[in-house]
């Protein structure tokens, strides 16, 4: 008779620390259960387990209410991004080209 427990971690990395939590849980437990399981909130106030993006080895789950874990799995809790990448690299560009024209003679 298989067991009707699975093991699989969750992990949450702030900006200035990172802990990684094993947990034992029912077969059928979702991304989701398995976050708010693990206890990450209470060591890092202002975590909202709710809302936050919830991943499986580095690839984000849609609906972590709905996908089942399985033995094994690597629950990873994200930060939300504070800037949109696309417009950090579009600032970034613009920068440089302003500099570089600065640097040409006249």
Do not use: H, N, W
């Not at 609906?63 to 800037?83: F, H, K």
Request: glycine content about 6%.
């Amino acid at each position: 008779m298989a067991d009707p427990m699975i093991r699989v971690e969750v992990v949450y990395a702030a900006v200035d620390r990172q802990e990684l939590i094993a947990l034992q849980v029912p077969v059928g437990t979702s991304v989701r259960a398995a976050a708010i399981a693990s206890g990450m909130a209470e060591r890092f106030p202002g975590l909202d387990l709710a809302q936050c993006p919830l991943g499986i080895f580095g690839k984000l789950v849609g609906e972590p209410e709905q996908r089942a874990l399985e033995t094994g799995d690597r629950v990873e809790i994200y930060r939300p991004l504070l800037a949109d990448p696309k417009e950090v690299r579009r600032l970034r560009a613009l920068k440089a080209a302003e500099a570089r024209k600065a640097q040409r003679p006249i």
